[in-house]
């Protein structure tokens, strides 16, 4: 008899609860999963829907508790449906707690590739589009208000009917905007980055292998002018141009993996060796648009990545939220470069110098790397200079002013 009035009062109680685990999921689920190809694509993402959808049916029990079973309960005096589904909801709930030690076993979407499942991906960057906006709105806008009306219609008892005339005129406005234009074709791996960091070891690793496989097509500066290109039914590519450079690596991972064309899947080769042919292609793109003139790159070319030890034993990477500067030695090739942490007068020593030496030579487009080199927060390069007397302090430490005021943002550049 006593079950309706507790199933009551348990009503803010419970109320209470759910919306502090909503709420805390989702910053969760935001460092935890991070995107929508860490949801769908990912064993942990998958964990984590068939999740959401046990919690799904637990608000929805829940739901019919309150509304329905509780107050039947009070007029009817028998407790039986409540009962029953309060016995669901536990097993629900214990289902749950299930798939979250199953979660917790596991290594966070963030942390692995996900594979996507679909031909298609949404358009990057799609509200920056006034076509596709406007697409969305001549579609949302009447739903949206129609459902209003909808809304209004049940609650409102003596405007019922007006308000749903009005809903349905809404209704007529509806525009379908055409899909296509709001996805891009996707493969598996599209949203895969590079898991070598983008290393000026792994580059160098790439350097050769593309030498040895592709510059036959492509040639050695991978701008398409090789000894067999004229041979092939497609003109092989300039793979510096902005046109690749501007695709997800996860995506010329996947060409390179399994051809296109008239060139031949690379088989044989591992994924590392292709992610470091990816970084390769990068390299190269960022060559493309560094101006010799004043020494800086007309977009975003990548700091390759290196390793350096402090001092006091801290290590420094880049891209990791402060400005660097790099100085090569002059005295002898390969001498060792010299970091310094913007701000810190702390000097740290590059590990494996030799090969970042050489990228850093072949993405300023020399013989040799330049004296010095300013990368941004971000870890985007923005500035070089040819010789230390180039590099007047005082126009050093205006440039970098400069990049501190305005790192290059990592946003839709891909990496
Ligand atoms: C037999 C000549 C040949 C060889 C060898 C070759 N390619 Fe290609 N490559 C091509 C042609 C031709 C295309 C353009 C295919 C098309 O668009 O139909 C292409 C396209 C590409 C693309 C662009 C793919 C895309 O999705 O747009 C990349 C990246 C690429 N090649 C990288 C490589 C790498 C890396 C190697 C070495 C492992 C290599 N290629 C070896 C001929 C070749």
């Known amino acids: 008899a006593l079950a309706p009035a507790f199933a009551r009062r348990f009503t803010p109680l419970g109320l209470a609860c759910v919306i502090v685990l909503a709420a805390t999921s989702v910053s969760q689920a935001q460092a935890l999963i991070g ?3 860490g949801l769908l694509g990912t ?3 998958k964990l984590a829907i068939a999740k ?5 049916g637990l608000l929805l029990l829940a739901c019919a508790n309150r509304f329905r ?7 009817s005096g028998s407790a039986r449906s409540l009962a029953l589904s309060v016995a669901l909801e536990a097993g629900l ?3 749950i707690v299930a798939v979250a030690a199953a979660l917790a076993s596991r290594p966070p979407a963030i942390h692995e590739q996900p594979v996507w499942p679909f031909a298609v991906r949404p358009v990057p960057a799609f509200w920056d589009d006034a076509y596709l906006r406007d697409g969305l709105f001549r579609l949302l806008a009447p739903v949206a208000t129609a459902l209003a009306l909808f809304v209004a219609a049940l609650s409102l008892r003596k405007l019922r009917w007006p308000a749903l005339l009005a809903g349905a005129i809404a209704l007529a406005f509806v525009q379908i905007p055409p899909w296509r234009p709001y996805v891009v074709a996707a493969v598996p791996t599209s949203f895969q980055g590079s898991p070598t960091g983008y290393a000026a070891r792994s580059i160098a690793t790439g350097r050769e292998l593309f030498q040895r496989d592709c510059a036959r097509c492509h040639g050695a500066d ?3 002018r090789g000894p067999v290109a004229i041979a092939q039914s497609v003109w092989p590519p300039d793979l510096s141009a902005p046109l690749i450079a501007g695709r997800p690596g996860g995506e010329l991972f996947w060409s390179i993996r399994h051809g296109v064309g008239p060139m031949p899947p690379a088989g044989q080769l591992d994924d590392a060796a292709i992610w470091s042919l990816v970084d390769f292609i990068r ?4 060559a493309r648009i560094f101006s010799p003139s004043e020494m800086s790159w007309s977009g975003a070319a ?4 290196f390793v350096a030890r402090c001092v006091g034993g801290t290590i420094v990477v880049p891209g990791n939220g402060v400005p660097l500067t790099l100085r090569f030695g002059r005295d002898e090739p390969g001498a060792g470069v010299e970091v310094q942490v913007d701000g810190a007068g702390q000097r740290c020593a590059v590990e494996d110098p030799a090969p970042l030496a050489a990228a850093l030579a072949e993405i300023t487009a020399s013989a040799s790397a330049p004296a010095l080199v300013l990368v941004d927060a971000n870890g985007w390069l923005r500035r070089a200079f040819k010789a230390e007397g180039d590099g007047a302090p005082d126009k050093v430490a205006s440039e970098l002013a400069e990049i501190r005021r305005r790192p290059l943002e990592g946003a839709g550049l891909h990496h």
């Open 43 to 45: 064993a942990y993402g």
């Open 35 to 37: 995107s929508l190809p």
């Open 69 to 75: 079973f509780a107050p039947r309960a009070e007029t």
């Open 283 to 286: 390299l190269r793109a960022g």
């Open 93 to 95: 709930g214990l289902a």
């Open 302 to 305: 990548r700091m390759p990545g």
């Open 222 to 224: 991978v701008r398409g």
């Open 52 to 56: 959401i959808a046990l919690f799904g």
